[in-house]
């Protein structure tokens, strides 16, 4: 079974996935090791790996170590083209398509497909949307682009429909990582309603019933990372990942 076929059959047994986003720049060794080994347990689907801006050189070490600690799927979730290791599962393969900046629509595609086929990674074509947050987060600075402010769904819907008929098979709603306020309930609903993709909803995530919340909204798969480095606890780690499949079970 594919990653993404992995990812679809735990969107259709439990309603919705949990991921729990590791950044290797920002959580010490053995700190990324602990909440990679206690990940499964506490009912975390999948770990995805990467960051908007990495300044240490060891991107293929962390995932070496994240890859040996859990069984979980371990995708990658690369900034840029550097984020690039044959130690993972498969790899979002984004585009980052609310914005017009040509380095993050295709160029750094371009640079890193020959190692993603060298390395046999697979593939999860997606298409990853940045929503306004209220401050400047790491990813607008870095990449450059506009997010899409917060009350136009219509754009939002648009853009994600685009997507969809390119031919990525997930939506990536972002409000940035450590951003003070998440993608918007009502943003998370127009575009799950008007697509057939999967979509994955991150950034501002801090408690549970804020991911309980957009799973009910329509959300497929919830990502936290900020709120799980700044707890460091299994309980937490136990407690949002239980939000997201307890309100997937109770939405209809
Ligand atoms: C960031 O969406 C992810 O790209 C997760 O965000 O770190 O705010 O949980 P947080």
């Keep these: 079974m594919s990653v993404f076929e992995r ?14 986003l590791l950044d290797p720049d920002r ?9 990679a080994e206690t990940a499964e347990a506490c009912g975390v689907d999948a770990v995805l790996a990467g960051s ?17 600690a ?4 371990v995708i990658i979730f690369p900034g840029n083209a550097g984020q690039v290791s044959r130690h993972a599962d498969g790899i979002l393969f984004m585009s980052l398509i609310s914005g017009r900046n040509p380095t993050y629509l ?5 640079k890193a497909a020959p190692a993603v086929k060298t390395f046999g990674l697979e593939t999860i074509p997606t298409g990853y949307m940045l929503i306004e947050s209220g401050t400047v987060t790491s990813v607008q600075y870095i990449s450059g682009t506009m997010p899409i ?14 997507a969809q008929y390119l031919g990525m098979k997930m939506i990536y709603l972002e409000a940035g990582s450590g951003s003070d306020r998440g993608v918007p309930e009502e943003m998370v609903a127009a575009v799950s309603g008007y697509v057939e993709l999967p979509v994955v909803v991150g950034g501002g995530i801090r408690k549970p019933q804020q991911a309980a919340d957009r799973v009910s909204a329509g959300a ?3 990502v936290v990372g900020t709120a799980v480095e700044e707890s460091c ?14 309100a997937a079970r109770t939405t209809v």
């Design 7 to 20: 990812l679809l059959s735990i969107r259709e047994e439990k309603g919705a996935g949990f991921f729990l």
């Design 27 to 35: 959580i010490d060794r053995g700190q990324l090791i602990k909440t």
């Design 52 to 68: 908007s801006f990495i300044t240490g050189h060891d991107f293929d070490a962390r995932m070496t170590d994240i890859k040996g």
């Design 70 to 73: 859990t069984d979980l799927p």
């Design 106 to 110: 295709i160029e750094e595609q371009v």
């Design 149 to 162: 402010p917060r009350g136009k769904n219509d754009i939002a819907m648009a853009h994600a429909l685009a």
């Design 220 to 222: 497929s798969f919830i």
């Design 233 to 246: 606890d299994e309980g937490f780690l136990t407690e949002m990942s239980d939000a997201v499949h307890t």
